[in-house]
């Protein structure tokens, strides 16, 4: 499914199958789940990098072709993130920061990525997907799971954490931070009594509109919603030295705030990306929670049903396409 220009829908294509360069697997799809930058890229959010684009960066798949790599065997199933390549040499990638290096390339947005039947990734950036995932579930793990993982660490030890914005990430930190012995305090749109009593399945304590106060003070937050107005207002229920976290990609304006609300040692920032070992230790730490992920599964024809789902907020948990129904559990 290629999208060809922003603001139009995905279009079927049948492209030549991609053919590895150096150090890359070429791998078949079995599912590739649906993510909100998919649609900030879809939306001409995100500025364009490369056109036409295959999306997707949740990818399930089974290496095919190995003759470019040799850390990788052919049958292995492995998971390919966001995060597909970065230079290994700036300051950033020799401190363990390679989520920000400057030449860093992302799967599906500078390379192709999963909407389709077969993809190429480079095998450092390869992840072991745990067997007791089947394809469908394990496919949320690889950014819903991963950047909601690194958003959950940027909180530090926060005991009672306000969750805003209840979709994919957030089905997933929940059951981690349960996990942890946290608190959560879910915070959905208005009136979304159906997000807010699946966050209460899902173990959190207190669930209400993003419009509501908390009902005690938080110790931190974080903000899967790309709604700029929700920053003053997450600041305002966190404790001083509280952390704000914005997980987002892409955010609407923040509104103008009083200093006050920031003050006493408040922290608002963002995360940006993931690295390799955020997958690496999340991976293992999926299987031990359990982390059950509830996902909705799309053939890959009607890719644009499943983006149309996401928008709509309507989705419960995670999207994903699955490709010649292999992916279905
Ligand atoms: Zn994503
Ligand atoms: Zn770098």
Redesign the pocket.
Known sequence: MVLERPGEPLRAAELPEPAPGPGQALLRVRACGVCRTDLHILDGDLPGRKLPLVLGHQIVGVVEDTAEVDSLTVGDRVGVPWLGW?????R??TNGR?NL?R?ARFTGYDMDGGYAEHVVADARYCLPIPEVYPDLQAAPLLCAGLIGFRCLRMTGDAERLGIYGFGGAAHIVTQVARHQGRRVFAFTRPGDDETQGFAKELGAEWAGASTDEAPEELDAAILFAPAGELVPIALKAVAPGGTVVCGEIHMSDIPRFPYEILWREHILRSVANLTRQDGIDFLRLAPEVPVKTEVAAFPLERANEALALLKSGKARGTIALTIDGKGES
């Open positions: 970065t230079c290994g040499e700036c950033y990638c390679e290096c030449e």
